[in-house]
């Protein structure tokens, strides 16, 4: 087939499309009239002294009669006003108990579970040669004392120079340092609790080689959880220290917890487009353990916008928009859809207080022209018609 052929059949086919649309298309008339292709089709004539009458009567400026219509207020509704998150808890302190040098356990003193104190004993090392090393530095300083006592008695008839005095009182303090730092290998053999709390489960026994690597109990403070939770960016402004939060365990939904936000990143994640948040609870009780998950809720002022029921909202080539009536007058209203729920939309708009809206019998209503209302009489009949 030639290309003038091909050509000629396409547009065959969509003029017979076009067709099909005019005349079956709802409102397609109507489309066309708008676009200037055709004349606007016209509308009924009314019908001799029937409820439109004849013009200059009663309703007559609307040409026909398309009954009442529903209306409802407009009310206000409150968006971004509580915020839920699902957060993950951790201990106020948890801290991994190391020993400060290698050797060999000979003692557990504590159990897993234990509640301990700082400063308490929770397991031994061999230190046998750290003794040995405490008797040496004593020895050691018994001897620079008593060097340092000669050297004074010599100084007294001027048989020792003042050098050596000096010398052997320098000696008598390293003598003094060096059994500190002895005494200080001895007591580090005692490996003990650098905070209060409750001791896990025990990964070593007694006759056990540790180095400093290596992990000799997990102590945590429960006394207060604090709970890891992420919020949307919008909600960055919004939030600060100290503000309430509730909290709510996963395994435990019955049970409610007030607690604080306790500190705020200071930036967002720019993967996730979220900020993270850290809030504290107290854990009396002690019911609550590290790694347990966490329903966060939070309250905010939020954002009012006015709500309207869906069937209110039309939408033309210009975007939505909705009929207001007013002193019994239709009022087409250009509106920006906020936010979509189950049985209303917030939208935002040019609304004054005790506006009413159509929602239904929206096709017979014209911009400026007398509305009538169902059940309302006083609407149907505006004063003055």
Do not use: C
């Amino acid at each position: 087939m030639s290309w003038w052929k091909q050509i000629l059949l396409s547009l065959a086919i969509l003029a017979g499309a076009v067709a099909l649309w005019y005349h079956y298309f709802p409102g397609a008339q109507q489309v066309a009239a708008n676009w200037g292709l055709v004349q606007a089709p016209a509308e009924a004539a009314p019908k001799p002294g029937g409820p439109g009458g004849a013009a200059g009567g009663p309703g007559g400026g609307r040409g026909r009669d398309e009954g009442p219509v529903i209306i409802q207020p407009v009310i206000s509704a409150t968006i971004n006003d509580k915020l839920t998150a699902i957060g993950t808890g951790k201990a106020r302190y948890t801290v991994a108990v190391r020993p400060y040098s290698s050797g060999r356990l000979t003692q557990i003193v504590v159990k897993p579970g234990a509640t301990v104190e700082a400063g308490d004993v929770i397991a031994r090392m061999d230190s046998e040669s750290e003794r040995i090393a405490v008797d040496r530095a004593v020895l050691a300083l018994d001897d620079a004392r008593a060097n340092l006592e000669r050297i004074k008695a010599l100084r007294s008839s001027n048989t020792a120079s003042a050098v050596q005095e000096t010398e052997a009182e320098l000696a008598v303090r390293n003598a003094e340092l060096a059994l500190r730092e002895a005494r200080l290998a001895l007591e580090r053999r005692d490996i003990v609790a650098p905070i209060g709390g409750t001791v896990g489960i025990l990964p070593l026994s007694p006759g056990a080689y540790v180095t400093s690597s290596d992990d000799i109990a997990i102590i945590a403070d429960r006394s207060e959880i604090l709970i890891d939770f992420w919020v949307p960016e919008r909600y960055a402004r919004m939030i600060e220290v100290g503000m309430p939060i509730t909290v709510s365990s996963i395994a435990r939904p019955d049970e409610n917890y007030e607690g604080t936000v306790s500190a705020i990143d200071n930036q967002v994640d720019p993967e996730s487009r979220t900020l993270h948040v850290q809030g504290r609870i107290a854990n009396p009780g002690d019911t609550l353990r590290s790694g347990m998950a966490f329903s966060v809720s939070m309250r905010f002022p939020g954002d009012s916008f006015p709500a309207v029921s869906p069937l209110a909202v039309q939408w033309s080539t210009d975007g939505a928009y909705v009929w207001i009536v007013r002193d019994g007058t239709a009022l087409r209203t250009p509106v920006r859809v906020v936010q979509r729920n189950a049985d209303s939309i917030l939208v935002d708009g040019a609304f004054a207080d005790g506006d009413q809206v159509v929602v239904e019998g929206v096709q017979g209503v014209r911009v400026g022209q007398p509305v009538a209302v169902a059940g309302n009489d006083a609407v149907r009949r505006p004063s003055g018609s």
